[in-house]
T-cell receptor, first 111, second 115 residues
Framework: DAKTTQPPSMDCAEGRAANLPCNHS???????VYWYRQIHSQGPQYIIH???NNETNEMASLIITEDRKSSTLILPHATLRDTAVYYC????????????FGQGTELSVKP | GAVVSQHPSWVICKSGTSVKIECRSLDFQATTMFWYRQFPKQSLMLMATSNEGSKATYEQGVEKDKFLINHASLTLSTLTVTSAHPEDSSFYIC???????????FGQGTRLTVV
């Protein structure tokens, strides 16, 4: 599976946009980019995923570069409850496509 | 999103005993389930992948005789930690994906403490 690289930590002011980068330079053509987050002592929560087009849902937006070697997760108006570890994962979407977690980015939203 | 429920949320057991953790998909049929464990301040580590009706595929370094995984139905998978020892104390998390689904949903995790 392709690996991802994320900054270990980031801070964001409450109410501002949080932009979390992810590098996945060895991504294969059939691998999707997934984002999950984990709040302390809970199971990960699905946020969004995409293949090559930008995606948006009620939680966030996902911007994938044209060469697909990097992406950015955008939380448009961060709140204190968005403080969590955010994981960027690339995986093949079929039976048995593994979800391999890297170290993630610890996002701290500050008042 | 779909709901995945784990039980129990936490368990304390004596060294040498076995513990079973259940993972249920409540509103969809989970054809694939993943089991992870997570130590404090570390990321999730994939232990094994199981497809309904098939034997689980374990990741390198994970003892299949110690961590028994059963995925006998489309809504239930179990992880049994056999002869548990203090070093097995960890946060165990399951994830489930349905047929044709592109998202994997996670349970809330089980905190295991072996004393």
């Amino acid at each position: 599976d392709a690996k991802t690289t994320q900054p270990p930590s980031m801070d964001c002011a409450e109410g501002r946009a949080a932009n979390l980068p992810c590098n996945h330079s060895t991504i294969s053509g059939n691998e999707y980019v997934y984002w999950y987050r984990q709040i302390h002592s809970q199971g990960p929560q699905y946020i969004i995923h995409g293949l090559k087009n930008n995606e948006t849902n009620e939680m966030a937006s996902l911007i994938i570069t044209e060469d697909r070697k990097s992406s950015t997760l955008i939380l448009p108006h961060a709140t204190l409850r968005d403080t969590a570890v955010y994981y960027c994962i690339v995986r093949v979407v079929n039976q048995g496509g593994k979800l391999i977690f890297g170290q993630g980015t610890e996002l701290s939203v500050k008042p | 999103g779909a709901v995945v429920s784990q039980h129990p949320s936490w368990v304390i057991c004596k060294s040498g005993t076995s513990v079973k953790i259940e993972c249920r998909s409540l509103d969809f049929q989970a054809t694939t389930m993943f089991w992870y464990r997570q130590f404090p301040k570390q990321s999730l580590m994939l232990m094994a992948t199981s497809n309904e009706g098939s034997k689980a595929t374990y990741e390198q370094g994970v003892e299949k005789d110690k961590f028994l995984i059963n995925h006998a139905s489309l809504t239930l998978s179990t992880l049994t930690v056999t002869s548990a020892h203090p070093e097995d104390s960890s946060f165990y998390i399951c994830s489930a994906q349905g047929w044709g689904g592109t998202e994997a949903f996670f349970g809330q995790g089980t905190r295991l403490t072996v004393v």
